[in-house]
Each structure stands twice: as C-alpha cells, then as structure tokens.
C-alpha cells in the first residue's frame, strides 16, 4: 500500500481518526476541566464547562486536605495503602501466573488442561459470589481487617487472568527447546530462569498492566475488608462521592480522581506499546 | 545435574526419592493453581448451597428447594434485566469488537502519531468504571451534557436523552461500556494485523488484490483467533459489569436498566435476602455456561479434527 | 438464634483476633469502635463532633466510616459480624434493627435508658423501633421529616404568590400559578429512588394518614387497593409531569441553583435540605420552609430517624464505652450540638429550640412533629427504610420509581404491581 500523504483517502483517515480520538478524549477533559473549577462553580453553573478562574489549590486540597469525616489528610494516605495492596500483588500474581503458564504450556503435568480450564473460567466467576465466603475464609485464617489479607484476595483472584494471559503466551514457545533442555538434564526451576523466563517480558508487561489496573481501581473488597486507615484510595473517591447529598464538592472531587487515575494512566502511557507488542509476541490463541 | 539425570535414568530406581527431590516443583506449581481453582470451586459451590437456603442478612442452613429461584425469576426486575442482558450483551460485544477492529485498521494504516493515538484509545482502561460511569452520566444527560452542548452552539431541536428515556437508556450504558473497553479488543487486533504473515500478503499483492479484498482473503480470517478471544473476554465483562451501571444509571429511569450483575449485588447486600441473591447469582452463572459451553464443544471438536487430520 | 451464628460468634471469638489487653491495676478507659457512613459532608461532622465530646469525657473513640452508602456500611457490619467482631456501635435504622438484633447479640439498654429516663420523651412510635422483643437495644439520635416542604421565594414571587399552601388542592393550584408565571419546572427533583419514593409517601400521607398507616406500615390489603392510595398515585403522576425530565439519576442537589434562582419552584425533601443549602452557598431567605400538604390541614410527619445500635461485647472498656456513648446520645445537650450541624430536630421532645442555633425550619419541623404525634399523624417513612426492612422497601420502591419516571403506567397499573411486589418479597 502506497504511502501518498496528501490523497484524498488519507485526509478522510486522518479526519476520522481525528474525531474519534476527540470523542475518547473527551472524558478525561471534562475532569480535567473540572478539577480546575471551584466546587462552587460546579454547583452554581453545570457539570460541564470551562474554569471562570483556575482553581489549583483543588489539587492541594483534594492531595492532603480534604476530609473523610476525622482524619483531613486529603487522599495522599489512601494511595499510600492502595500501592502497599497493588504493587505486591501485581508482583505476586504476575510471577505465580508465569510459572503456572508455563507449567500448563510446556512443562506438562497430568491434569494440566482440567486445572487450567478450571483456573481460567475463573475470570467468569462473578464479584458478588466471592465477597462473603473470602469474609468467612479471612475470619478463618485471622486476616480480616489488615492489608495482607487484601493482598492475598487479589493475588489468588488474579490468578485466573494472568494463568490465561501467560499460558496463551508461552504455546507459542517451540516446545522442542524444552524437550531439548530436558534432554541436557535441566530441571524446572533452570528451564524457567534460562529460557522461558528471558522471552517472556512482553507479557509479562502486559500482565503487570492488566492486573495493577484492576487491583488499583476495585473498590468492593477494597471497602469491605479494611478499616479506617487501611483504606484504598477507590474508597477516598467513594466518600467524596457520596457528600454530593449534602455539599457538591465535585471540584476537588475531580481533582482527585485524576490524582488517584495517575498511577494507571502513567502504566498506560509507559507500557502502552509493550501491551500491543505483547500481545503480538504471542498471537493470542 | 548430570548425575540427576543419570540417576533419573536408572531402572528400577525407587520413586519416592525423585519425588521429594522434585517437590519444591511441585509445590509451586500445583500450590497455587490449587488455591485457585480450590477456590472458584468452593466458591461456587457454597453460593449454590445458599441459594437453596432461607438465607437472609446471613448464611443460615435450611432447605427451601427452588423457592428463592421462582420468586426471583417471578420479580419484573429480574425478567427486565435478563432482556436487557441479552440487549446489552449482544450489542456491547458486536460495537466493541467492530470499534476495535476499525481502529486498529485505522492506526494501522501507517499514519503518523500512532504511539499518541494508541495512548488516547487505551486509556479508558486505565481509568476505573465508577469514574466512567460517573463522568458519562455527566456527558448523556440532556440538560449538561451533549445535548446542551449542540442546542446551544446552534442547533437548537437537537435531542439526545436516551439516559432518562426508559427505552433507550441501556444503549447509554452500551457507549459508555464500548468507550471505556474497544482499546483493549483495538490492541489484541493491532496484534494480531501486526502478526499477519507477509508472504500471504505479498502473494495476494501479486495476484492483483486490491486492499479490500486483502482484507477478506488474508488479513480478517487471521484475526479470527484473536475475535475469539475478544469476544470471550469482553462477554465477561458485559456479564459482570455492576460499577458501571451503579454509577451511570443505577438501574434507571426507574428500573429499565437493570442489568442481573446489579439484581445480584441488590438482592445480596442491599436487601439482605442472601439466598435470593444466591439464586440470581447462580442463573447469572448458568446464562454464561449457555453461552461457554457452545464454545468450549466447538473448541473441542476442533481439536479433535486437528489431531485426527 | 440459628446454628450458624452461634457457630460463628464461637468461632470467631476463639479465633486469631487479638483483644486489647488491659493491665488489671488500672480503671477501665472506656473505649468505643463504631461503624457507620457517616465519611463526609454535615453527618461526617456531626458524628466527629460527637467523637470528640466522647474523647472529652476521657473515652478512646474508634469511628470506622464507610465511604458510599447504606449498603456499603452494611456490608462492613455484615463482615465484622460474621467474623466474630461487631463493633461496639453501629449507625443502624428502622425495621432493620429488629432484623440484624437477630443474628448477633446486643446489649440491654434497659437500664441505662430508665436512669435517664429517655422513654418519656421519645415518641412511642418511635420507640417501638428501637426496643424489638421489648427491650431497648438501640437508641435514635435525630429525626427528620422526609415530607417538609421548600419554597423558593423568587418562585413564589413570579406565581404572584402570597399564601403557603396547606391541602394538595392548594399545593397543585400553587404549582399551576407558577407554571403560569414563568417557573419552568414547578417541582425540583432529583432522579435517585428515595426522592421519588418521598414524593409518592408525601402524596398518600399527606392525603389520608390512616390509609397510609394502614396501606403501607401494615400492608392491609383493602387499603393498598383503596381510593386514598389510587388518589395517591393520581396525585404523583402531577408531580412527575411538574418536574424536569432530564434529571437522569442524579441527586436534588444538582437543581439547587435553578430551585434559588426561581426556575424550579418547590422542593418535597427532608429537613436535611437546608443544610445543604446553605452550604452550597444559599441564604436562609432564599427559601421557605413548611410542613408538607396534607388535607386536613393538620400537619402530616414523615418520620425517618437514624439510630445506634450496641453488640454485645465482652471487654470491659468497650463494655465502659457502650454505657458512655449510650448516656452521650439520650442528653439533651448532645442531641442539640448533633442536630444543629446536620439540621435535623432532636429525638427528645423537651428540647427547647427557641436559641440562637435553631433555625425556623427546624422550629417549624419540631412543632409540626408534636402536633403530629397528639394527632396520630406521625407515619414512617417508607422511602427511607423505616416502615419495613429493605428488602421489602426496594421491592415497593421498585414499582414506585417505575412509576414516576414511566409516565405510560398507570395509577391502576401501579396498585397492581405494588400488589405483587409486596406478596414476592414476603
């Protein structure tokens, strides 16, 4: 396909695309927009509009001073929790699941497709059918109420993604190298570090996206299985949230909801080409 | 490691010890795969046990046979939101697949800007649903948003108030559901045209091929995998979508966009009737095998013809 | 109480959670773990300043508040008890005190409430929530109105207006006089179901007390099938057609410039409505406050009220601190620093609300509950949980909300299924 830069086929795409992209862009200015005007503003005009005057200090406030009921220290200690939760268990279950997928993929083991295709209808399984037996499971095990329980929810739970994200990755593997190691005398653990383990960073990217993305913005487990302190930053944006009943406050709720999305949209835009790469590495079968 | 192997070789060795020698392998492997499956069957088979039981603010035994189903199945609630599932499912599967795939083939058109572009069409995915939810309640309203935006640049009869029209509001939640989620099916596509073999193509070209038709003798039928996948994952998603509608539409105008997801959490949380939750959860379950079990047998018997071509 | 409870209270109190210790020489520091949703806005406040009135008298307060709604605050309750560890206290309400005294013990209030002679000055409909099976085991800490009436004077001023209306007949004839003079939308409402919920009570109510009482609190079939409540229903399809059909599902708060500014006229919302007014940004004078319509011009009280609840706990300060926090909510003082913050009125009827910290609408709200009460007009609130559990609450709510945003069913429809909804959710 010719590459003619002003034809007119090509102006058409380039319009398309560009509209397209002003539609998906258009949420995000409107917070954006948002975060900048005063709460009185919002409530006194529209939710949609441009700042009459740029309220920065929203993002002072929204950062470290407002209020969920005692404590004022703005949503600056809730990121705080949401990133203890988030980071290990992105580690945790993106690690478990390389091993697991590649277990499933090229190492082989009796009853491997059953475990997998259990493991994987996982991602079926509904939220609102796991919530009370975890409670019964935490109470059990005494991690109710702290944040290692939260980790240990989300690892188990992400595992059912990244099993199906690695294994589909791994089948593209030539399974001859392995036979070939094995041959040599490797064993499992050498097989992984050595072989498997180096062309694996596609996906494993794509992994880490995918579940930092996902234990970053749940809110319901989050809610339910900490207290006071513990809490992650989706249940900061809940509270500010809810005082729309009493004073809207959607300025410096704005502005903190664009404070709490930073740390996925900067996974976004960093990995954004190793998430396309990733996936083409493997072919996803 | 020559000497395990050896010593592996060797007949007549007793199992046991290239067990324990072997069981740290063991352990991670079947440890957590274990606890995963473990726990999504155990999971589920208690919220099946509840949902037999007169269960309200909390788990009790009991047995009260299919009860708790008829009278959720009975409810208009319920028949609404298993329509508006189908409604939903079908269109935010199909809208999303197809945006996915016209952006992918956009961005793959060798246009300038491609890593901003693809940037602008994954972000959706980084931002979690409540927001969406919330800032398109903003965007579709009429008086606010859309609506108020081109009736005052001119255009005066514009409407747009499908989100508080009672017919049409799922389809609100479709646009939303369809921004926030094509990014992903557009990446698995741009994969998968990335990865479209070039001798397919460069015979095609030879043969005189225009583009469309490169399209429907080469490139789409290699994409077929990848739409596989996409549909699978994004019917997840349209089956347990509850955020979103929550803080879109919370089921609104009045219940014409209740969707299972949300009767399930209503019934369980909200209304402190567990077994009827239950019960709802477990159909919700049984509309999705309808659906996987088609394609886990087709998936099946497609193996099958390999193995025995 | 069930197996599984017993089970799990057992289970749970022998399992990994560590109590604190306390060394035996020194007196019990009282100490309170409270769960509610109080997170933000005037009731955020209002419960902290009680926390520090608690801390004041030498208590540890402990206050979990749980971000999003009632649902989200009974979901942590849910876990906490389930896992063998109820906090002291809990923002509970209604009907569902009666249910969740069920499945976890609570302690005898009785004591305590008799040595500060509470029951005396609390309305006996009201009480009776509070003491299922006969004994007090939760104590309500502020009441609203969910019928008050709010009038925007500019709106008033454009209807020509000089007259509060009393009966719905002068309601609707004010709201026609105000279509007329330019207010576009004579009802400002919001989309979420318990407003739609309020305008439906605040029409049967306020048309006929008795049948509510008897239609909605006790479900009698005759009266769920009546004139009063097909009058009712007619009555909330006026309302409906009066209100902005664009609302979608956001909250009334989004319409408080228009209602100040006189493009929405009136507001039917509890009394909590002022103090959101005025911290958005509005005067007092902005708006009027009155009871709701009610046609025998006597006023007709909505009553919702919230309420702490105590679980049964076997350490000793916590057991200090339930007794401390129990005598904090009956006193007179407390419960008007409290209802001062969120606009509310006190539970207790001996409060004088002449000072300087009540407002009129308050005044207003206070005396139409006593003249209510002496003429058994003071009904539950059905929109707001404290006529009947959830469950059956959403269900009825369900065919409500319906019915006020699908302007094509009708008041006959409507009775039929509340009919139903009421037998499913049995």
Request: aromatic letters at 10%; charged letters at 15%.
């Amino acid at each position: 396909m010719r590459e003619q830069t002003f034809a007119p086929g090509r102006m058409l795409i380039y319009l398309v695309v560009t509209l397209v992209a002003a539609a998906w862009l258009a949420p995000l200015v409107v917070v954006a927009l948002n975060s900048l005007r005063t709460n009185q503003e919002i409530a006194q005009t529209s939710m949609i509009g441009w700042p009459d005057q740029w309220a920065w200090r929203n993002y002072l406030d929204a950062w470290s001073g407002f209020c969920v009921a005692e404590t004022c220290a703005g949503i600056r200690p809730y990121m705080l929790n949401s990133a203890l939760v988030t980071i290990p268990a992105t580690i945790l279950s993106t690690l478990l699941g390389a091993v697991a997928g590649y277990a499933v993929s090229l190492w082989r083991f009796p009853g491997d497709r059953w475990i997998y295709g259990i493991v994987t209808l996982g991602i079926f399984l509904p939220q609102q059918m796991r919530l009370l037996p975890w409670t019964i499971v935490l109470r059990d095990i005494g991690l109710i109420n702290t944040l290692t329980g939260l980790v240990m929810i989300h690892t188990i739970q992400g595992l059912s993604f990244t099993t199906l994200f690695c294994r589909n990755y791994y089948i593209a593997i030539p399974p001859e190298l392995i036979r070939a190691a094995r041959i040599d005398g490797a064993g499992f653990y050498r097989i992984f570090w050595r072989i498997v383990l180096p062309l694996s960073p596609p996906i494993l990217i794509v992994t880490v996206i995918w579940q930092f993305t996902h234990i970053w913005n749940e809110f319901l487990y989050g809610v339910t299985f900490t207290t006071g302190q513990q809490q992650p930053v989706t249940a900061a944006l809940i509270a500010l949230a809810t005082a729309v009943a009493d004073i809207p406050q959607q300025g410096v709720q704005s502005a903190a909801v664009i404070i709490a999305a930073l740390p996925t949209l900067l996974v976004y835009l960093l990995g954004g080409r190793y998430f396309v790469r990733g996936l083409t590495a493997g072919a996803v079968k | 490691m020559t000497d395990a192997v050896a010593a592996a070789a060797r007949p007549g060795r007793p199992a046991t010890s290239g067990v324990i020698r072997r069981l740290p392998e063991y352990l991670i492997i079947w440890v957590p795969l274990l606890l995963s499956a473990g726990h999504l069957v155990s999971f589920a088979l208690w919220t099946i046990w509840i949902s037999f039981t007169p269960s309200t603010l909390v788990p009790v035994s009991g047995w009260v046979g299919l009860r708790n189903y008829t009278a959720v199945m009975a409810t208009r609630n319920w028949k609404i939101a298993f329509d508006n599932l189908l409604l939903f499912g079908s269109a935010f599967v199909l809208l999303s697949l197809l945006t996915g795939l016209a952006l992918a083939i956009l961005i793959d058109q060798r246009i300038r800007g491609e890593n901003v572009l693809r940037s602008i069409f994954l972000y959706p995915l980084a931002v979690s649903f409540v927001v969406t939810g919330t800032v398109w309640s903003w965007l579709l309203n009429p008086g606010i948003g859309i609506q108020k935006l081109v009736n005052d640049l001119g255009w005066t009869s514009f409407r747009f108030d499908w989100l508080v029209n009672g017919d049409m509001a799922i389809w609100t939640i479709v646009i939303a559901a369809v921004w926030q989620s094509s990014g992903f099916a557009m990446a698995l596509f741009l994969a998968g045209l990335r990865s479209v073999d070039a001798d397919l193509v460069k015979a095609a070209q030879i043969d005189g091929a225009g583009p469309i038709r490169m399209y429907r003798r080469v490139i789409l039928p290699t994409l077929w995998p990848i739409t596989v996948t996409v549909v699978v994952i994004q019917l997840q998603f349209a089956i347990s979508t509850f955020d979103l509608v929550r803080a879109l539409t919370n089921g609104g105008p009045g219940i014409a966009t209740q969707l299972p997801a949300l009767v399930v959490y209503d019934l369980m949380f909200q209304r402190g009737v567990l077994g009827r939750g239950a019960a709802a959860a477990v159909m919700m379950l049984l509309i999705l095998l309808a659906v996987l079990l088609p394609y886990a047998a087709w998936r099946y018997l497609q193996r099958r013809r390999a193995t025995h071509a | 109480m069930n197996k599984i409870s017993r089970r799990t209270m057992l289970a749970g109190t022998a399992g990994l959670f560590v109590a604190p210790r306390l060394s035996r020489a020194q007196a019990v520091k009282p100490r309170l773990t409270v769960i509610s949703q109080w997170s933000a806005g005037s009731d955020g406040a209002a419960i902290t300043a009680l926390g520090k009135k608690f801390e004041e008298k030498g208590g540890i307060w402990q206050h979990s508040p749980v971000p999003g709604f009632t649902t989200e605050m009974m979901n942590k309750l849910r876990a906490q008890i389930i896992a063998g560890d109820p906090p002291a206290c809990s923002q509970l309400k209604g009907p569902e005190i009666a249910a969740w005294s069920k499945i976890a013990p609570t302690v005898n209030l009785d004591d305590l409430v008799a040595a500060a002679g509470y029951e005396k000055v609390v309305a006996p409909d009201l009480a009776k929530l509070h003491k299922p099976g006969g004994k007090w085991i939760s104590l309500p800490l502020q009441i609203y109105a969910t019928n008050m009436l709010f009038l925007s004077k500019r709106a008033m001023d454009k209807a020509k207006a000089d007259k509060l209306p009393v009966t719905w007949a002068d309601f609707n004839a004010l709201a026609e006089k105000m279509k007329a003079g330019g207010v576009t939308y004579p009802i400002a409402n919001g989309g979420t179901r318990p407003d739609d919920g309020q305008k439906f009570e605040a029409s049967f109510a306020g048309m006929s007390p008795t049948a509510y009482r008897a239609g909605i609190m006790n479900l009698d079939e005759t009266a769920l099938k009546g004139p009063e409540i097909k009058a009712a229903f007619e009555q909330t399809r006026k309302l409906a057609n009066w209100m902005d059909p664009n609302t979608g599902a956001q909250p009334y708060a989004t319409h408080l410039k228009s209602f100040v500014d006189g493009d929405m006229g009136m507001l039917i919302m509890g009394g909590w409505a002022q103090g959101v007014l005025l911290n958005a940004g509005f005067k007092l004078d902005d708006f009027i406050i009155t009871p709701g319509p009610s046609d025998n011009s006597k006023p007709v009280f909505l009553l919702n009220a919230d309420a702490f609840i105590f679980w049964q706990r076997s350490e000793p300060d916590l057991q200090a601190g339930q007794k401390l926090m129990a005598q904090l909510v009956m006193d007179p003082a407390i419960q008007t620093m409290y209802s001062q913050i969120t606009g509310s009125i006190p539970v207790r009827t001996d409060v004088d609300l002449s000072g300087a910290g009540w407002s009129d609408g308050q005044r207003t709200t206070a005396a139409a509950l006593k003249n209510a009460v002496g003429n058994n007009q003071a009904v539950l609130s059905l929109a707001h949980n404290m006529a009947h559990e959830n469950g059956l609450t959403a269900a009825m709510i369900d065919v409500i909300t319906d019915y006020v945003k699908n302007k094509t069913v009708t008041p006959d429809q409507a009775i039929t299924r509340l009919a139903e909804a009421v037998e499913g959710a049995r």
